[in-house]
């Protein structure tokens, strides 16, 4: 990492006021050792070339009327659904304008040449040698603009996509739009190297991000989630640039940058209505995703009869998940998140439970902030639990004093961090924590899967991983409980997402490969919430001292 040189990068923008992504993006830049942002590259604006009225005849000359008919219903979806987002507080900072004499920063000013045909960008020979002269390492596009020509090499690494869609013919960005429409359950986006065609961009980061049910949020999600990936990639260019690897190029059965017809945006409009609709009938008659916790006594955790489980009733107003096992003191304890709808707050409660009957002992842990997720581990003949504590933006430790209902915290091995659903094994002399970090700030915890190591348990020193995230993909990121193997298997659990549905179904993988510098993992089974009548969904799994426990959740009206 010595030898790195930090990077000299230009952002070519769009006008005079910036947005909340660019401005992010420049303070990150401010205290990274690895690259500066020296210059803002702004495009002068000329309101004969990019007018209304330009776009309009343009429409009406390629796709004719309906193409016009097409373009003002989406704009007008569009502008809804912009407005309901500045009221939602995650998201309302991401329409904020900056001036840019907010950026401690040299401006350039340039002038596109806007094709009449598909209104892309070149530049005159005058402003191109202007750039030149510059010598930046690297030029960031944030803009709609699709740019052509020899703008695209004129900084020494290239130009990389600060954007998410190239659709500038519309002055729209559909990023997310099909996802949504389709209801796929997660939804991608790139970091890529500009080229003439944009078929052939180089991709050099790939993220895959749980989709909501509405285009809005999902675009919102997509924006605060990659900035935070754009800064570490530009990072990642100084210091290790060999190490930057090309993604394959991928085909979508929908053309995710097709222009929706307007019999398209009604269809999404109808499904939004209807799943918005369905989810405040539910809450005013008090139906609610319930989980439940089941078990069952079993030497084969690949392929038991999961409906065989013992379900474990659910308390009044309350549902139960996340299970956990052990045996220990010769007593076999299931340790669950018990969640309370009245307090809105999750406990971590215990039950001693057998082959044919359990018994509810109370609550073993409680603190007040939300509790889950109650991984054990032993640990020098000491019994340890790291619950879930991302409300209180820390990871932390608790030590059994006295078994099984008695526990102090120990310590707290990461704090200021937004995580969820840890995980720590011991393996090659090392202790390997994998937890769900949400970079972003958005609250989703569903699509990374980080990875930090340590030589000692009881401690703050745990080091990142070099591949961090080392899966970003909502399909398989996130934790769903631990398999005890006896042939030293190394098996993770991981949960599936759904189309506008957390904990749709769950999988395991074999980790093949576990150290400082690399990792990789391969499914062995995927396991569907099929196994037992009326249920929606399932999102832990764990084996531990022949102890097979899993949950599942049902849509339930709540009684107290």
């Known amino acids: 990492m010595s030898n790195f040189k930090k990077l000299k990068v230009g952002i070519l923008v769009d006008d005079e006021k910036q947005s909340f992504l660019v401005k992010e993006l420049y303070k990150k830049s401010l205290n990274s050792k690895y690259y500066s942002i020296d210059f803002l590259i702004i495009q002068k604006k000329n309101n004969k070339q990019i007018s209304i009225i330009k776009i309009l005849i343009s429409l009406i000359k390629t796709k004719g009327f309906l193409g016009l008919v097409d373009w003002l219903i989406f704009s007008l979806i569009d502008k809804m659904e912009t407005f309901l987002m500045k009221r939602k507080t995650v998201f309302k900072n991401i329409y904020f304008k900056y001036p840019i004499s907010n950026f401690d920063v040299q401006k350039l000013y340039i002038e596109p ?44 690494l290239g130009v990389i996509s600060f954007n998410y869609n190239d659709n500038n013919f519309y002055k729209v960005n559909l990023a997310g739009f099909w996802e949504v429409v389709n209801q796929y359950p997660t939804t991608e986006f790139f970091i890529k190297f500009l080229t003439d065609d944009k078929n052939n961009d180089e991709i050099i980061f790939r993220g895959n991000i749980a989709t909501s049910f509405m285009y809005k949020i999902n ?94 009733k659910n308390p009044k107003n309350r549902f139960l998940a996340d299970p956990f096992v052990t045996n220990y003191n010769n007593k076999t304890v299931l340790y669950v998140e018990d969640f309370n709808y009245r307090l809105n707050k999750g406990v971590i409660s215990a039950y001693e439970i057998n082959e044919e009957e359990y018994r509810e002992i109370g609550i073993a842990i409680e603190e007040k902030f939300h509790l889950s997720y109650p991984f054990l581990i032993q640990d020098q003949n000491e019994l340890f639990m790291i619950p879930e504590t991302g409300e209180a933006k820390d990871i932390r430790i608790y030590k059994n004093v006295e078994f099984p209902m008695k526990w102090k915290l120990h310590k707290i091995l990461m704090s200021d961090v937004s995580a969820t659903d840890t995980n720590i094994i011991y393996f090659n002399n090392k202790y390997w924590m994998f937890t769900n970090i949400d970079s972003s700030k958005t609250g989703d915890h569903t699509s990374e899967l980080h990875i930090f190591y340590s030589d000692n348990l009881i401690t703050t020193d745990w080091k990142p991983h070099k591949k961090n995230p080392v899966i970003f993909d909502a399909n398989q990121a996130r934790n769903g409980g631990m398999i005890f193997s006896k042939n030293d298997e190394l098996l993770r659990v991981f949960q599936k997402q759904g189309f506008d549905m957390y904990g749709k179904s769950l999988g395991i993988s074999r980790i093949k490969i576990l150290n400082e510098t690399d990792y990789s993992e391969e499914i062995i089974k995927i396991i569907e919430p099929n196994f037992l009548k009326d249920i929606k969904g399932t999102h832990s799994y764990t084996y531990n001292s022949n102890v097979l426990a899993i949950d599942f959740v049902r849509l339930e009206k709540i009684n107290d």
């Open 219 to 312: 675009l919102c999600k997509l924006y605060l989630k990659s900035n935070i990936f754009l800064h570490q990639t530009i990072e990642k260019l100084s210091y290790h640039n060999n190490d930057i690897k090309s993604f394959p190029k991928i085909s979508y059965a929908h053309s995710i940058n097709k222009f929706p017809r307007f019999y398209e945006t009604t269809l999404y409009l109808i499904k939004t209505f209807f799943l918005g609709s369905k989810k405040k009938i539910n809450k005013i008659f008090g139906y609610y995703y319930r989980w439940c916790v089941g078990y069952q006594f079993t030497k084969d955790w690949k392929s038991p009869l999961l409906k065989n489980s013992i379900e474990i």
């Open 113 to 156: 040449e806007i094709s009449s045909f598909d209104l892309s960008y070149t530049y005159k020979d005058s402003d191109l040698k202007t750039l030149k002269k510059l010598n930046l390492d690297l030029l960031v596009k944030s803009g709609s603009e699709v740019l052509k020509g020899k703008i695209l090499k004129i900084s020494r």
